[in-house]
């Protein structure tokens, strides 16, 4: 099929070259002239795994083009889809200008052409629910007749996004009409061949279908945050409770794992999001508020043990940080948790040596010159007094203690992600404090000792 992807970011980029994987010709478009040029030449604008070896082996076979040139775009494909940017709007609410702007100039060009030719505009962006039917009225308003609309939110996850998108768990069509279904189940049956389902459904159901995801998801974290919270101050370890749980069939494993709260680009805004279609309709959605209100204040509880551990002060110090992407294998930064604990460290009147495998650029986008950035890990603990860890990455989780204890001033780790086992951090000979779980101290006179932290 000859597909349009309109916007080549973590989502646009990571749908187009999977689908031209698939042998399909794909038209990139994006208003970014230099991604669009970084592209062409074959390298990523983006960290994420596995994406580079598609995407060169793609333009090789002029299976995948990147333009700036949305008419060219349209011009050369049948199906389009929107990857577009949907950020929060002032009151919380998904901002839909760069969607339906999109929408209005792919309507004037199609209102000119052959009207008899049958086109599918698939929004993928995540929209709030209605959205398929605004786009389809600005279509209809413009005498593109030809168009039907779909919705087909999209469900990967950055540092994963290629064997999710390869290997989705389910495809979500919300489509109007049988033949439409049957293009996009066509499109979609090369990617579930294992079996797993494509559900077709109302247009709004897709759409509230994404949203009842992330708040789903993002409700099990900020749960998952306040037993740790709870378990901090009544001795218990949040690390036992999650396997305690987990292992119930009716919860599950995923998704439970305290910390420093969610980030990103989806969670966040997408919770606010829903919580705004909802307040417009008249209803009090009270666990999303929640949700958010619980994620807007974790990171402090690790700032808590920092504060408590320096006396009630941090200025004049200087933390080593490691992890400033909002979750490992990405360099994603969006509402990244760390951005936060750094803000805070700063505030403080603290300084920040960081470091992160992929994150560094675009932290440096951020934060700029305000805080430091180390070569790697141990560079970033050169004479700090303590250790924030805001990212698990793989590699921060097995590191060589004995160079952390020597370039450490003082030996003390705050662990936002839970990485290492307490007892063996008091038995290294360091204090260290993680998430709803027992305090770790130092052990004297070689005894390994760990105890409850009585919050
Ligand atoms: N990132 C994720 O993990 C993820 C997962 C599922 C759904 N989503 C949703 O998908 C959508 C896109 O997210 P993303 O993370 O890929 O965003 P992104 O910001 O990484 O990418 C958007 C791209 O669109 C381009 N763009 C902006 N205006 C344009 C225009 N007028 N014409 C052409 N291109 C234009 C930008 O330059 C950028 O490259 C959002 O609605 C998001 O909520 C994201």
Known sequence: MKIGMIGTGYVGLVTGTCFAEMGNEVFCVDVDEDKVAMLRQGRLPIYE???KV???????AGRLQFTTSLQKALDKGEIYFLALPT?????????LSIVLQVVRQIAEHLAQQDL?????????????????????????????SQVEVVCNPEFLREGAAVDDFMKPS????GVRSAQTASVMRRLYEP???QGNPIYVMDPRSAEMTKYAANAFLATRISFMNEIANLCDRVGADVDHIRKGIGSDERIGRFFLYAGIGFGGSCFPKDVNALLHTSMSRGYDFRILSAV?????????????????????????LTFAVWGLAFKPNTDDVREAPSHRVIGALLKGGACVQAYDPEAMDTTRQVLGDTVGYAKDAYAALEGADGLVICTEWPEFRRPDFAVVRQLLRNRVIFDGRNLYSVRRMAGRGFHYFSIGRPEGRPAKGGRKSWMYNPG
């Open 292 to 316: 958010l209100d619980v994620n807007s204040h974790q990171h402090e509880m690790l700032l808590n043990y920092v504060m408590r551990y320096f006396g009630g002060s941090v200025e004049g």
């Open 49 to 51: 795994p596995d994406l």
């Open 54 to 60: 598609l995407l060169h082996r793609n333009l090789r």
């Open 87 to 95: 950020p929060p709007g002032a009151e919380g609410e998904a901002d």
């Open 116 to 144: 008899s030719k049958k086109k599918i505009v698939v929004n993928k962006s995540t929209v709030p629910v209605g959205t398929e039917e605004k786009v389809a009225r600005i279509m209809e308003m413009a005498g593109a």
């Open 191 to 193: 990617f579930v061949r």
């Open 170 to 173: 389910r495809i979500i069509l």
